[in-house]
């Protein structure tokens, strides 16, 4: 078990603002695991996944840091995959989906554009799309919201990378296909022995596959562990809420039950 | 007794020279006080099925009765008189709201084109319907843009409210709101039913949403209705494979042990 990026006292503030979107945040990321950050609006759980990415806006301010195993940071698009909720502002509109999923590839893996127009074709069958090779040649318009995201997905693996950072990658899109896209990710990782942020506001969702859990709120780590202890025995006031706020279909209802 | 009843409604939109049917001979009934909760997948037909209820969009065929009239028969000043009695939430609040508006001219809106109160007392109203949502009367002169969304959301319900209602059509109205404030939301929702007897449409892709406030659910599927029951029989006995997957793809804790979880269904 070795880590990859050790969090020490990390803070941020976005620019012009006075309250810290990160305090003092300490963690580690371990080679191989599937880390699950959690946190309602607010927590500063996307401003940690941009923080690990290098994709902070410029003029943050940020104390403390990262160290990264391999005794550099990641280098994004190559080192480093990010998936972000909205598939449509991450995907170009007037690029093809083989050109955006191909450019990955071309760049950081030093491939010719035909080689990677070839990976990108296997990647989207990866990503099990339909018809992939006449979806290399489909503009994102032409395609649902949880095919987009599979695209996103294949464009962020495109060139192999070892981590990959998924911020609310399914929060857009409805329960069926968030299923489905969940179910992805966890394939496709495992398959590569990848690293996983998987970053997210239902605690219940990362429940079934992450190894650990990082609980944030206000800018400030609550509580992190593995996954099975902290649902079991939560330690913090905040994540005893958190589980018990929970809906699923075992939930009481709030309505009196009718005659059938 | 029934409150509203769909009959055969259909709807066709084209799209790049394709005819897509977004509606398909959809029928069911509510009645008044009750929630039927309408669940289905991204381009199943349900938001198309609610902006036609609210006449925002016409339908190309089938009826609807509404509190003993042709719904979609009414127009002009008819059809805008009987609106008060059929209200809607959507998900983005900020969206359904100019953004310049106080919460006081949010509320006062309503009231004053339904003239629900005499003028001299629309204030007093704003602060009782403030009140019922949960929410001190400071908050009146303030911006709508300033409140948080889970306060919006009441500011939203309030408006909803204000005319009074038989019906109000939620269109995925808790979706974006963090869970914590969801659960108040959806309490609140059950506590104004209970004390005013609104019946409630409640589209959502989120079955334990659903399961938490329907008395009865429907599930469309591509445009039609593919089953209705009660929320016990559709999520304990589903008949449809739409009714399955979305049973399937409600997130649960793969742990059995962890607190707060009640073990099996109320009974």
């Not at chain 1, 093809?96 to 554009?113: C, F, K, P, Y």
Request: aromatic share 4%.
């Amino acid at each position: 078990m070795s880590v990859l990026c050790e969090i020490r006292n990390l803070s941020v503030t976005y620019r012009g603002q006075k309250i810290p979107a990160l305090k003092g945040i300490d963690l580690d990321v371990i080679a191989g695991e599937r880390l699950a950050i959690i946190g309602e609006s607010g927590s500063g759980k996307s401003t940690l996944a941009r923080a690990v990415a290098g994709l902070l806006p410029s003029g943050s301010v940020t104390s403390g840091g990262m160290r990264w195993s391999s005794g550099h940071p990641l280098q994004p698009g190559r080192d480093l995959g990010f998936v972000f909720q909205d598939p449509s502002a991450s995907l170009n509109p007037v690029l093809t989906i083989g050109e955006q999923v191909a450019e990955g590839a071309r760049r950081h893996l030093g491939l010719s554009w035909n080689r990677a127009y070839s990976r990108a074709l296997d990647m989207l069958e990866r990503v099990h799309i339909p018809e992939p090779d006449k979806a290399l040649k489909a503009f994102p318009h032409q395609l649902s919201g949880g095919q987009r995201q599979r695209v996103a997905i294949a464009a962020a693996l495109a060139a192999k990378p070892g981590f990959l950072i998924a911020d609310e990658a399914t929060s857009a899109l409805d329960m069926v296909v968030q299923a489905e896209i969940v179910s992805l990710l966890d394939e496709l990782v495992r398959e590569a022995g990848m690293t996983l942020l998987f970053i997210t506001h239902d605690i219940a969702l990362a429940s079934g596959f992450a190894d650990r859990v990082a609980i944030f709120k206000d800018g400030r780590l609550v509580e992190s562990g593995p996954m099975g202890a902290v649902l079991a025995t939560p330690q913090e006031a905040y994540t005893k809420a958190l589980i018990a706020n929970h809906r699923d279909l075992s939930t009481p209802p709030l309505v009196r039950e009718v005659a059938s | 007794m029934t409150l509203l009843s769909v009959e055969n409604l259909s709807k066709r939109f084209s799209s790049g020279g394709r005819q897509v049917a977004a509606l398909h001979d959809v029928s069911f009934m509510l009645a008044a006080g009750e929630t039927l909760g309408l669940v289905g997948a991204s381009g199943s037909g349900k938001s198309t099925l609610a902006r036609i209820l609210m006449r925002l969009i016409p339908a190309d065929a089938g009826r609807i009765r509404f509190d003993g009239e042709d719904w979609l028969a009414l127009t002009g000043p008819e059809l805008r008189r009987r609106r008060a009695k059929m209200q809607m939430v959507f998900q983005d609040v900020l969206g359904a709201f100019n953004p310049r508006a106080t919460v006081a001219s949010v509320l006062d809106d309503p009231l004053r084109i339904h003239g629900i109160v005499p003028k001299n007392e629309r204030p007093k109203e704003i602060a009782t319907l403030l009140d019922r949502v949960g929410l001190s009367a400071s908050y009146a002169e303030r911006s709508i843009r300033e409140v948080s969304g889970g306060q919006r959301q009441r500011i939203a319900i309030a408006r909803a409210i204000a005319t009074r209602p038989l019906l109000i059509v939620l269109d995925e109205a808790v979706s974006a709101l963090d869970v914590s404030i969801r659960g108040k939301i959806l309490e609140l929702l059950v506590e104004l039913q209970e004390e005013r007897g609104i019946a409630y449409l409640f589209v959502s892709h989120d079955l334990a949403v659903l399961r938490a406030v329907s008395h009865r659910i429907a599930v469309m599927d591509a445009g039609r209705l593919v089953e209705t029951g009660t929320a016990r029989q559709v999520i304990d006995n589903p008949q449809s494979s739409a009714a399955r997957a979305l049973i399937a793809a409600v997130p649960r804790f793969a742990t059995g042990t962890s607190a707060g979880i009640s073990e099996g269904h109320d009974s």
